[in-house]
């Protein structure tokens, strides 16, 4: 599986960002999606999640109420809808890929199998 992520940019605080996935191979839909967010001189951490079929989503309490995470699994496409965006969401954002990731471990980077090249989210005050 291949991942390409696209959709960051330079937003004002309380702003509004749409980031896509879009993943190469026919086995996308088998996959438990991810998108994690490394800042500067920070760990990569989690921000959400979604199951295969789209069924469950998951996500960080720093995001919780303000991101979406959906997917088009015709499309081969992984979203991250963001709003109320906020400093400390400046970030470099990742989508990555997982085969069969229990609910416990969806928020463990090492479980994916799979990572993009990342978007850069900046948020300004």
């Known amino acids: 599986v291949q991942l390409q992520a696209s959709g960051g940019g330079l937003v004002q605080a309380g702003g509004s960002l749409r980031l896509s996935c879009a993943a190469s191979?026919?086995?996308?839909?088998?996959?438990?999606m991810g998108w994690f967010r490394q800042a500067p001189g920070k760990e990569r951490e989690f921000v959400a999640a979604?199951?295969?079929?789209?069924?469950?989503?998951y996500y960080a309490d720093s995001v919780k109420g303000r991101f979406t995470i959906s997917r088009d699994n015709v499309k081969n496409t992984v979203y991250l809808q963001m709003n109320s965006l906020k400093p400390d969401d400046t970030a470099v954002y990742y989508c990555?890929?997982?085969?069969?990731?229990?609910?416990?471990?969806?928020?463990?980077?090492?479980?994916?199998?799979?990572w993009g090249q990342g978007t850069l989210v900046t948020v300004s005050s």
């Open positions: 990555a890929a997982g085969y069969g990731i229990i609910r416990s471990q969806l928020r463990n980077a090492l479980q994916y199998d799979y």
């Open positions: 191979g026919r086995t996308f839909s088998s996959y438990v």
């Open positions: 979604i199951t295969s079929n789209g069924g469950s989503t």
